[in-house]
C-alpha cells in the first residue's frame, strides 16, 4: 500500500481527487470563453442602470456566501463520510462528537450572523433600487392588457434631459369616471334623514358600486405607443436622466419586467384600491441599445409573447422623436425619421395562428 493512503482512499486521494475536480472547473469556464464579469453575473444579463448593478452585486456576493457555506458542509460531510466511519477490521466506532456545546452554539451563531449580513445589505439594496425622486425628466404610464402592451408619455422635460422644463402631455381618460362613492352616500344619508326615504339613488356599479367597464385608474397621453399582433410596441427613452414608470393592468395581474433593469415589479388592476405600488424609478439608462421586455406574470394564452422593447437613444434623439410624435407620425416612422430601425430588434412579434405561435428573441440582439 502507498504511504499517505489506506484501503479506503487517505489525504493524498482526496488532495488529487480535488485538484481534478478543481482542474475541471477552471478548464470549463475558460473553454467557455467566459470572463470574469460574466462568471460572477451568474447567469444574470448585464445590466444598464445603476440600480441594475446594485441588485447584480448583491446577488453575485450572495451566490458566493451560498457557494462558500455549501463547500464548508459538502467538505465536512465528505470527510466525516470518510474518515468517522467504522472500520471494517476494527470493532470500534469513530470517537462521536454530539452534544459538544461549543460546536452546537457555533453551528447555531453563524447561520443568524450570516443571514443578519445578508439582511443588512437586502435592506441597503432595496432602499437605494426603490427610492422615488421629485420631477423626473420622463414620466411614462404603462398600461398592459392582454396580450400586450401600451405606452403613454405623461410628462418629459423639453430637452429630455434632468432638470429640464416639463412639458405635460397627459390626455383626459375616455372611459369616464366612477361615481363618487363618498358623495352619493353622505348624499342618500342627508336625504332620508330630512324626509325619511330615498327617493332617487344613482345607479351604482357591481363591484363594491364601481363600474367594470369604466376604467377610470388609466391615464392617457397625446403621445402613445400600443402593440398588437403585428406590431411589437417600442418605448423610446433617452439615457442619461431619471425615468419614472407607472402601472396599471387593464385586466387581469400581468408583470412589467426589463431583464437589463434587474427589476420587475407586478402591473395591477386598480392598483389604489389594491393597495399595491404602482411606481418605480430609474436613475438612467447607461448607454444606448434595444432591450427586450416582457410580462412575467402568467396571465392566459399568450403570456409567453407579451414582449415589448426599450429602445435607448441620446437626449437629442429623444427629443427629435417625441417632436416627431406630435407632428403626427407613427411610431415606426418617427423612429426612422431620428435613424433608429422602426421597428423592434430584440423580439418579434408572435403569430396568433394556432398552428405556429412563437415568441423569438432576434439573434444578436442587446
Known amino acids: 500500500m502507498a504511504p499517505g493512503s489506506n484501503a479506503h482512499g487517505g489525504p493524498a486521494s482526496w488532495r488529487k481527487r480535488l485538484v481534478v475536480a478543481a482542474g475541471l472547473v477552471v478548464g470549463m469556464f475558460a473553454m467557455s470563453g467566459c470572463s470574469a464579469d460574466e462568471v460572477m453575473r451568474f447567469g444574470w444579463p448585464e445590466g444598464v442602470t445603476p440600480e441594475a448593478r446594485e441588485m ?3 446577488w453575485s456576493w450572495s451566490v458566493v456566501a451560498a457557494l462558500a457555506m455549501g463547500v464548508l458542509v459538502w467538505a465536512l460531510t465528505f470527510w466525516t463520510i470518510t ?4 472500520k471494517a477490521d476494527s470493532p470500534d466506532f469513530p470517537r462521536q462528537t454530539a452534544y ?22 437586502t435592506v441597503i439594496v432595496q ?14 404610464d404603462v398600461t398592459a392588457f392582454q396580450w400586450n402592451w401600451r405606452f403613454a408619455y405623461r410628462e418629459i422635460t423639453e ?23 363618498k358623495k352619493l ?56 436622466a431619471r425615468i419614472e414608470f407607472v402601472l396599471a393592468s387593464a385586466d ?46 402568467m396571465c392566459g394564452d399568450y403570456h409567453s409573447m407579451m414582449n415589448f422593447e426599450i429602445r435607448a437613444v441620446s437626449p437629442e434623439k429623444f427629443t427629435q422623436y417625441i417632436k416627431a410624435r406630435q407632428d403626427g407620425k407613427d411610431n415606426a416612422t418617427a423612429l426612422e425619421s431620428i435613424g433608429e430601425s422602426g421597428v423592434s430588434t430584440s423580439t418579434a ?3 396568433t395562428r394556432r398552428t405556429g405561435r412563437t415568441a423569438s428573441t432576434v439573434e444578436g440582439a442587446n
Open 56 to 58: 447584480t452585486t448583491l
Open 83 to 86: 474518515f468517522h466511519r467504522k
Open 100 to 121: 459538544n456545546v461549543p460546536l452546537e452554539l457555533l453551528y447555531t451563531a453563524v447561520p443568524f450572523l450570516i443571514i443578519a449580513v445578508l439582511f443588512y445589505f
Open 127 to 140: 432602499t437605494k433600487v426603490e427610492k422615488l425622486e421629485d420631477n423626473p425628466a420622463v414620466t411614462v
Open 159 to 181: 430637452n429630455g434631459k434632468d432638470g429640464g422644463t416639463p412639458i405635460k402631455l397627459e390626455r383626459p381618460n375616455p372611459y369616464g369616471q366612477q361615481p363618487d362613492l
Open 185 to 240: 352616500n353622505e348624499e342618500a344619508a342627508k336625504e332620508k334623514a330630512e324626509t325619511g326615504e330615498i327617493e332617487h339613488q344613482p345607479e351604482r356599479g357591481p363591484n363594491h358600486g364601481r363600474f367594470q367597464e369604466i376604467r377610470d385608474y388609466l391615464k392617457f397621453s397625446t403621445v402613445e405607443v400600443q402593440g398588437s399582433s403585428a406590431e411589437i410596441p417600442v418605448l423610446v427613452l433617452p439615457t442619461g
Open 252 to 297: 387581469v395581474v400581468h408583470s412589467f419586467y426589463v431583464p437589463q433593469f434587474a427589476f420587475k415589479r407586478d402591473v395591477m388592476p386598480n392598483p389604489k384600491e389594491n393597495h399595491s405600488q404602482n411606481r418605480f424609478q430609474i436613475t438612467e439608462i447607461e448607454r444606448s441599445g434595444d432591450f427586450v421586455g416582457r410580462c412575467a406574470e
Open 349 to 351: 412579434p408572435f403569430d
